[in-house]
C-alpha cells in the first residue's frame, strides 16, 4: 500500500492495482461474485470478532461495491487502516481462519453456537465463501466456551 497517500486515497490506489492485476490476467474473478478470487486468504480474529479491518457495528462491514475499502476510527490501534471487504473475502477458493487463546473464546462460542439472529452477526460470522471453502485453525483455549469439543 502507498503509505504516502490518506487513508482514503491509500485504499483508492490499492483497490486500482487489483483492477489492473485483474485486467491482466494475473488475479481471477470469481464467475459466481465477479469480484476477485484469491487462492487463500488468510485471516486471523480479534477477541470483538472483527476480521481484516472489518470491526463489529462499523459500516464498512456491509460495503458491497469496492473491493477495499478504509476505516479512520478504528477501535483497534492503529486507527487508519485498510482493508479488503466482504465481497472479495468471501470469493476466494480457500479462507483459513487462524483463531487462538482463551481472549477469542467468547467470539469463537457465539460464531460456533449457530443461535444468531442475522441482525446481530459479527464481523466472524459474515465469513461465508460464496466459491470456496473455509477451514478454521484454533487451539482448546479459543475453543473452551464450546460444549463439545
Ligand atoms: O487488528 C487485527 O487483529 C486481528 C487479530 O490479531 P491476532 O494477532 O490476535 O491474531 C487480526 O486478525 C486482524 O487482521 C487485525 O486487523
Redesign the pocket.
Known amino acids: 500500500m502507498n503509505d504516502a497517500l490518506s487513508v482514503e486515497g491509500a485504499a483508492d490506489d490499492y483497490e486500482n492495482c487489483l483492477k489492473q492485476l485483474i485486467k491482466n490476467g494475473v488475479i481471477a474473478v470469481s464467475p459466481v461474485t465477479g469480484f476477485p478470487k484469491f487462492d487463500l486468504m488468510l485471516?486471523?480474529?480479534?477477541?470483538d470478532g472483527?476480521?481484516?479491518?472489518l470491526f463489529p457495528g462499523h459500516p464498512i462491514v456491509n460495503e458491497n461495491q469496492k473491493l477495499v475499502t478504509c476505516v479512520k476510527d478504528?477501535p483497534?490501534p492503529p486507527p487508519e487502516?485498510i482493508?479488503f471487504t466482504f465481497p472479495v473475502i468471501n470469493s476466494s477458493a480457500h479462507i483459513a481462519l487462524?483463531?487462538?487463546?482463551a481472549g477469542?473464546a467468547g467470539a469463537v462460542h457465539k460464531a460456533l453456537s449457530g443461535n444468531e439472529s442475522s441482525s446481530d452477526l459479527l464481523p466472524v460470522e459474515m465469513v461465508e465463501p460464496q466459491d470456496g471453502e473455509m477451514t478454521w485453525f484454533t487451539d482448546k483455549p479459543a475453543m473452551s466456551m464450546l460444549s463439545r469439543i
Open positions: 485471516l486471523g480474529m480479534g477477541p472483527h476480521i481484516a479491518s478504528s483497534k487502516r482493508t487462524m483463531v487462538t487463546g477469542k
